[in-house]
Structures are given as structure tokens and as C-alpha cells.
């Protein structure tokens, strides 16, 4: 019983970190590269590669059929501190920028 328990607390763990890792490989994707480099940041290509390895290790990461364990979750945790590092810190500076379409979210055409 505990032991069912454990597996579903980690299932839910690993589908929550491979949620934040797509999210932020998507939000990178949407923002205009010229952000990053005027920011002083990566370059987006850079962050692109990076969010791209550790979204691939979240699937990697997310219980097989049968709840077996895998050799993955040492990465997983390094990869979710990259996608983690993108959202609070690289996110917040290129929002400014908008997503590369149009007005940025935060004019409000005043």
C-alpha cells in the first residue's frame, strides 16, 4: 500500500516537472531571439538546446507502464533547475519583447 503510494506521488512529481519543461521550451520558442541578446542572456538557439535536452529527459523521466523505475531521474532534477533558471529569470526580461507578433502582452495601445 505505502508502496503504491510512493510510485503515484513520483508519477504525479514527473508529469508536474515535464509539464514546467515543455512549458518553458515553448515560451523560449515564442519569444524573438533579439530579446536574448539584448538582455545579456544566452542566445536563444542556446536556450532552445538546453530546454529541448531537458524536455526530452522529462519523458524520459515519466513512469513506465508498470511503475518501473528508471536511471534518469538524476538528470531529470538537473533538467528541471535549467527549465526553472529560463522561467524565473530569462522569462520575466523577454516578456518585454512580446512574442515577436505584433504588440507585446503588456501594451495596452494607449
Avoid: C
Amino acid at each position: 500500500m505505502i508502496g503504491n503510494l510512493q510510485l503515484l506521488v513520483l508519477a504525479g512529481l514527473a508529469i508536474v516537472v515535464f509539464v514546467v519543461q515543455v512549458w518553458a521550451l515553448v515560451d523560449a520558442l515564442r519569444r524573438p531571439a533579439h530579446g536574448f541578446k539584448a538582455e545579456g542572456k544566452l542566445s536563444k538557439p542556446a536556450w532552445l538546446l538546453i530546454l529541448g535536452a531537458a524536455a526530452v529527459l522529462g519523458f524520459l523521466g515519466l513512469p513506465a507502464r508498470g511503475g518501473a523505475g528508471n536511471a534518469v531521474g538524476f538528470l531529470n532534477v538537473i533538467a528541471v533547475i535549467a527549465a526553472i533558471v529560463y522561467l524565473v529569470d530569462v522569462r520575466p526580461k523577454l516578456r518585454a519583447y512580446g512574442t515577436g507578433k505584433g504588440r507585446s502582452q503588456g501594451s495596452s495601445g494607449w
